[in-house]
């Protein structure tokens, strides 16, 4: 039984239909895991009269988040390193904003979309994740790592809506109040526009997600260029589908963009990029690119960056600067998958 892939209901039925019984013993166990990161059955009372019991939970009991191999640290942000199960390694950022800490997580070891400008996409799609895998990301950082994390973002390694039924389920048990108690106004979703998976998302039960997508063109010639995804799902179906997309009361969906010098940065692609996005509810961060040793491609200059940011905000797009942390141990948009984590400087 591995608790990290249920949530409280969820484990409390299984726990029932294996042992027969109830919350009184299910509930304090899930809250340990949950809470404190591990389980000891000698710190809980209500099995000290039922060893039979706690040994048996001991036997089937499974807490796998894999192992930490590397980790490190630039700016604050700081990337680690986790090797799985089978021996493949996944990637996860945590970043602090403000007063929270944000983990950036993985939902599949590399990626099929094949975006030109990341790194991930280069590695092919070796396979997706457990739900239990990417909750576990979360739970290291929390638990192992002992940092507060109170916002997710999938932005990680995968596309998180070519994994979807695990990455619903892992939405469940992060937002379980029982458990890891994540407001779901603080998890974000983030795709390349898979049009399918947006409208299951917005049909998943409860309280939605925020969504955000991944745009970086102003046409769908341009956009097939760096986003292979973009001939089978162009960008006016994309639209009506966010249109489709329910949001939380003054909310909005995030919009990505990195901007490559002399690809997709010229006061035209602004202009466009606002009239596509104009019917939407938006905000857009700006990512000047982040490129890995030996790229053909470079970061927009500041004039550049500046110039394309302005006509923008000229058109009335909400637009905020997304910075460069973690661009040193390859931490940064775009640079996950495969990099060595550097210099790993312990938390
Ligand atoms: S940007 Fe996202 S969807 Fe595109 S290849 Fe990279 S990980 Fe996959």
Redesign the pocket.
């Known amino acids: 039984m591995n608790i990290l892939d249920q949530t409280h209901d969820q484990f409390a039925e299984s726990f029932f239909q294996r042992y027969g019984k109830r919350t009184f013993y299910s509930t304090p166990v899930y809250h340990q895991v949950m809470h404190c990161g591990s389980v000891d059955l000698d710190r809980l009372s209500c099995f000290s009269r039922l060893p039979a019991l706690a040994g048996q939970l001991r036997r089937d009991l499974v807490l796998d988040t894999g192992r930490v191999v590397a980790q490190a640290k630039d700016h604050g942000v700081v990337k680690f390193i986790t090797r799985l199960a089978d021996g493949l390694d996944i990637e996860s950022v945590i970043i602090p904003m403000f007063r929270r800490f944000t983990l950036c997580v993985s939902s599949q070891v590399g ?1 099929r ?3 030109r400008f ?1 790194r ?2 280069r590695m092919g799609l070796l396979r997706s994740l457990t739900t239990a895998e990417i909750v576990g990301q979360v739970h290291t950082a929390r638990h192992r790592l002992g940092v507060d994390v109170r916002n997710v973002v999938f932005m990680g ?3 998180p809506l070519d994994n979807l039924d695990n990455v619903m389920q892992a939405i469940r048990v992060l937002s379980d109040q029982r458990g890891m108690d994540i407001a779901r106004r603080y998890i974000t979703v983030s795709t ?1 526009g898979l049009i399918g998976g947006i409208d299951r998302l917005a049909g998943m039960d409860g309280t939605p997600v925020n969504l955000a997508i ?1 745009l970086n063109a102003p046409d769908d010639t341009l956009r097939s260029r760096l986003m292979p995804v973009n001939r089978a799902m162009p960008m006016a179906p994309l639209r009506e589908a966010l249109l489709r997309y329910p949001l939380a009361r003054k909310s909005a969906i995030f919009v990505e963009y990195v901007l490559i010098d002399g690809v997709n940065d010229r006061p035209e692609h602004a202009l466009a990029v606002a009239r596509y996005l104009a019917p939407l509810p938006v905000k857009l961060n700006l990512i000047a690119y982040n490129p890995a040793p030996g790229d053909a491609w470079k970061a927009p200059s500041t004039e550049s960056y500046t110039r394309f940011r302005d006509r923008l905000v000229a058109e009335k797009i909400f637009v905020r600067r997304r910075g460069e942390k973690g661009g040193r141990i390859m931490a940064a948009c ?1 640079q996950l998958g495969g990099a060595a984590a550097g210099s790993p400087e312990q938390l």
């Open positions: 990626c979309m094949g975006c990341c991930t996409g390694m995968g596309e390349v991944s775009g």
